[in-house]
């Protein structure tokens, strides 16, 4: 049953792309490779360039999670936006999927930058990038107990990758700049 005029897991005719949505799929998951790509490439600094732990997963988490996942994320809402809208369980022809995609594509570029700049960028890119993930879990937490949507990409992956990656990184930059 559609929930103020959004999608959910449980309808047979909510669809992305045109297809029906019932059931989830791999690409449900899609957020959990970002963090995953981020702990692989803090492995290997360490293990490869023996630079120290927790400034080799915090480069490799704001560098992955926070540029690359932006700028996916940014490809996303920008070029696929009703189909992002039906996967959130959010209607369609929404102009505001675009201004989100902008605001992915900002904090990507400032997580590539991370390569280059550090100290205060690091602390800048990393705070900024929390607020933005807490504040859409927040907003994705009341969505699904005020109108019950579950749909993947509210109640999914999305919203364990907002919330825990923001304390990795905000634990990751206490321990760095300590």
Known sequence: MAHRG???THETEASV??????????GDYSPLLFPAGGILAGIAQ??????????AFLLAFLVIVVGIQGIW?????YFRSDE????????????FQKEVAFGNLAFG???ILCLWFRGG???????????FMLGAAIVHV?????????????????LWTDVLTSLVLLMLLTLYFL
């Open 6 to 8: 959004r999608s959910s």
């Open 17 to 26: 792309a045109g297809r029906p949505r019932t059931d989830r799929t791999v």
């Open 46 to 55: 360490v293990l490869l360039l023996d630079t120290p732990a927790v400034e």
């Open 73 to 77: 994320a940014f490809l996303g809402h």
């Open 84 to 95: 992002i809208a039906a996967f959130i369980g959010w209607p369609a022809d929404n102009p």
């Open 109 to 111: 570029v400032l997580g």
């Open 121 to 131: 960028f690091w602390i800048a890119t990393a705070i900024g990038i929390s607020v």
């Open 142 to 158: 009341k969505d699904i107990r005020e109108t019950q949507n579950r749909s993947p990409g509210n109640a999914g992956a999305i």
